[in-house]
């Protein structure tokens, strides 16, 4: 009515005869206790109360529909928040390649993440903290549905100047570091040791770590050999530093995304699992 400047105009917009809208507005100022409308003989206009009562009402209807295109967008996973957890080789290897194209395509969607060894983030799951997890094999298969990435061979952190005719070599066979002092996954030792002890050797282990960061560190001082999966190469780069391939290793190492049975994760985590597999299925087609 305030954009038609009388009640004839404004009952005729509204698809409605004019006797009901007076009513209806003489019945607002009522409830309202105040006085909307400066009447006249061919206009009508809004008095500092309906102005303030007008303003009022934009805004609102606004919002609402604000909101409404809000909750739609939401629903097909254009707006909202990720959850994600990732231990820290793989985040390293493919975080930097996944993240930036989905926050190209879904540039509205703020992230949450969380970094940790596989307990750690199977501990975030279960307490839904977050709503998928990047982590390695084993985990439990009652409780996540999963979907298995690329699988990756464990490898050998070497200092070169330390070790400099280990660092030469393409590939390492397990007998050359019998009398090494080496730094292992703790969730993959058991099979190492089981490894060398068919080599005919009990491996000279100072230290079992899930602490990627550190053990590549340590490395880098000389003082051990680390044991990582191949993806530990994108989380420091050092001309001292060298990965190299373990010759008669046997076991690879297997990574998967995971998230908790049953339970309904947001449109947000499924379009980044799809975007997640797509990832992979490229990786996998250049490889093969």
Known sequence: MVQAGNITEAASRLNISQPPLSYQLKKLEAELGVKLFERGSRRIRLTSAGQLLNERAEFILEFINKTATEVKEFELGLTGTLSLGSI?????NIMPKIIPCFN???P??????????????TNLLKTRMIEIGIIRLPFDNNFFDSYFLFKEPLVFVINSKKYPELAKMAKIPLIHVER?????????SSNFISECMQKGFLPKIISKSDASMQDILWAQTGMAIAVLPASAAAIIKNNNLVYKKIADLQFPIQAAVVWERGRNISVVAKNFIEMVKGYCARRHKKVN
């Open 180 to 188: 090494v002092p080496l730094i292992v996954p703790r969730r993959w």
């Open 88 to 92: 820290s080789t793989i985040g390293a």
């Open 104 to 106: 190209e395509r879904f």
């Open 108 to 121: 509205r969607i703020t992230f949450q993440l969380w970094e940790g060894n596989g307990d750690r983030i």
